[in-house]
């Protein structure tokens, strides 16, 4: 019974709340440890009460899982019950009244101008995979995109003489502008590169590995931790370090927040706005290292 209700409830997600991937997968995750939790209650899924879905959470907590991930099980669990209300096979939502103590949000790391520049210039040779990766690097900082929507872009989705990128996801897409740098090896890439990887003609993807299939998140991220060791950055370099990089920058160089929120894709500009407080904290730092009396 309880997989038919989970089965149902990633369709509500999929064609009704129309969440991205990662939100689907960690929500189909979380409730499916709540079934498995309950079961050992001897209480179906769809019988929970409330002190049971915080002992879940207590439990969560008593592992050492982070407060961000209890926070996500939390709404994983709200979510799941409210549709369950909505679907008319519950009065109404044991999980309403969960709470969980706010984490205090860290700053993300960024990197430097000068370290973007460093790790942008690694893959420096004329052979395919380094002509493949500049034009990957280039594209993630210069459109602040998700290593998801990196991956998962179709040739179409670049219009080089607009000097755009097309990314969608969860219903919606946006079009991010692309400086010069970015699409010229993008160009060299789709013109040297990709004809020359290319297996099924039928293959939509832009980004190809040396098996001319699409590129994984997982190979993206060995390709990077490479060139992160080449350029000598002792931060530990994510995709995502890209991505903030490319909002904090933007900030420092005058852009508004309403115009990165959009480039980003935030639904709300209260998740854009830790960049601000970042570049804050960096004009603080900057002034007590500068300042002669600071």
């Given at each position: 019974?309880?997989?038919?209700?989970?089965?149902?409830?990633?369709?509500?997600?999929?064609?009704?709340?129309?969440?991205?991937?990662?939100?689907?997968?960690?929500?189909?995750?979380?409730?499916?440890?709540?079934?498995?939790?309950?079961?050992?209650?001897?209480?179906?899924?769809?019988c929970a009460a409330a002190e049971q879905l915080a002992a879940f959470l207590k439990k969560l907590k008593s592992q050492g899982r982070s407060a961000g991930t209890q926070a996500r099980a939390a709404a994983s669990c709200k979510c799941f019950y409210d549709f369950l209300?909505?679907?008319?096979?519950?009065?109404?939502?044991?999980?309403?009244?969960?709470?969980?103590?706010?984490?205090?949000?860290?700053?993300?790391?960024?990197?430097?101008?000068?370290?973007?520049?460093?790790?942008?210039?690694?893959?420096?040779?004329?052979?395919?995979?380094?002509?493949?990766?500049?034009?990957?690097?280039e594209l993630l900082y210069a459109t602040g995109c998700r290593v998801t929507e990196l991956v998962g872009m179709n040739v179409e989705d670049v219009n080089l003489p607009a000097g755009?990128?097309?990314?969608?996801?969860?219903?919606?897409?946006?079009?991010?502008?692309?400086?010069?740098?970015a699409l010229r090896a993008v160009e060299t890439y789709l013109e040297k590169v990709r004809p020359a990887m290319l297996v099924d003609e039928d293959e939509e993807a832009l980004f190809l590995n040396m098996?001319?299939?699409?590129?994984?998140?997982?190979?993206?991220?060995?390709?990077?931790?490479?060139y992160q060791q080449k350029a000598g950055i002792k931060k530990d370099v994510t995709p995502h370090t890209l991505r903030h990089s490319f909002a904090a920058?933007?900030?420092?160089?005058?852009?508004?927040?309403?115009?990165?929120?959009?480039?980003?894709?935030?639904?709300?500009?209260?998740?854009?706005?830790i960049y601000a407080r970042l570049v804050?904290?960096?004009?603080?730092?900057?002034?007590?290292?500068?300042?002669?009396?600071?």
């Open positions: 019974m309880s997989e038919d209700f989970i089965g149902r409830f990633e369709d509500y997600l999929k064609t009704e709340k129309k969440v991205s991937e990662n939100t689907l997968l960690s929500y189909l995750r979380d409730v499916r440890q709540l079934a498995a939790f309950l079961e050992g209650e001897g209480t179906e899924l769809a209300v909505r679907a008319g096979e519950l009065p109404e939502n044991p999980a309403q009244g969960l709470t969980v103590a706010r984490q205090k949000r860290k700053l993300p790391e960024i990197l430097t101008s000068r370290e973007v520049e460093l790790l942008l210039e690694q893959p420096d040779g004329g052979d395919m995979k380094s002509l493949r990766d500049k034009a990957m690097l755009l990128a097309l990314f969608r996801g969860g219903g919606k897409e946006r079009a991010v502008p692309v400086y010069d740098a098996n001319g299939e699409r590129m994984t998140r997982q190979g993206f991220w060995k390709l990077l931790k490479t920058h933007l900030l420092s160089g005058g852009a508004d927040l309403r115009s990165i929120q959009e480039m980003l894709g935030h639904a709300d500009v209260s998740s854009t706005q804050k904290k960096q004009l603080k730092d900057v002034y007590k290292k500068a300042h002669p009396r600071a």
